[in-house]
T-cell receptor, first 107, second 113 residues
Framework: KNEVEQSPQNLTAQEGEFITINCSYSVGISALHWLQQHPGGGIVSLFMLSSGKKKHGRLIATINIQEKHSSLHITASHPRDSAVYICAVRSRNQFYFGTGTSLTVIP | KAGVTQTPRYLIKTRGQQVTLSCSPISGHRSVSWYQQTPGQGLQFLFEYFSETQRNKGNFPGRFSGRQFSNSRSEMNVSTLELGDSALYLC????????????FGPGTRLTVT
């Protein structure tokens, strides 16, 4: 069983659409991270959450600790948002990663 | 401020050889973590260092080791390379072990033939 599950695995959207990526986890956590990985491998940390909600520009991340669930929302999606989005959790002395959501935004 | 740098960026090795990868964190960052990324297993945590001490370790065999120097630079070593060690190795730095964003380097792509 994976400690972190993401859905959907793949997502294609039209430019301008509102996008939601979900992450569920089964372990106790001290923090949850949303990462973005573009082709070529570079990873950027988008958010680090331990409670509530954070917003950076068009990106919003929420977490519900009781339900062990987090969502990443992208408003007014743009082709440059095309990337793999990875949910990661820090639990005790370990990091666990979801398998990623591959997002393609079509102009 | 310069970002996290990793050297080399690409490496080809033969089975049975050993390899050392290097990571220079952002200035002032004292924590360095290492990750392995493969198409089959995705991202996996290798180890985490803080103030020259290994704080946490993932579920990898003893062939994988690392260390951190007094200037926070870190190296990881893989001995007796296997084909399955072919992967993108990423390091990330942060100010402290917990409670801070991680900043990732570009990675070292290791190919074992």
């Amino acid at each position: 069983k994976n400690e972190v599950e993401q859905s959907p695995q793949n997502l294609t959207a039209q430019e301008g659409e509102f996008i939601t990526i979900n992450c569920s986890y089964s372990v106790g956590i001290s923090a949850l991270h949303w990462l973005q990985q573009h082709p070529g491998g570079g990873i950027v940390s988008l958010f680090m959450l331990s409670s509530g909600k954070k917003k950076h520009g068009r990106l919003i991340a929420t977490i519900n600790i009781q339900e062990k669930h987090s969502s990443l929302h992208i408003t007014a999606s743009h082709p440059r948002d095309s990337a793999v989005y990875i949910c990661a959790v820090r639990s005790r002395n370990q990091f666990y990663f979801g398998t990623g959501t591959s997002l393609t935004v079509i102009p | 401020k310069a970002g996290v740098t990793q050297t080399p960026r690409y490496l080809i090795k033969t089975r049975g050889q050993q390899v050392t990868l290097s990571c220079s964190p952002i200035s002032g960052h004292r924590s360095v973590s290492w990750y392995q990324q493969t198409p089959g297993q995705g991202l996996q945590f290798l180890f985490e260092y803080f103030s020259e001490t290994q704080r946490n370790k993932g579920n990898f065999p003893g062939r994988f080791s690392g260390r951190q120097f007094s200037n926070s630079r870190s190296e990881m070593n893989v001995s007796t390379l296997e084909l399955g060690d072919s992967a993108l190795y990423l390091c990330a730095s942060s100010l402290e072990v917990t409670g801070h964003e991680q900043y990732f380097g570009p990675g070292t792509r290791l190919t074992v033939t």
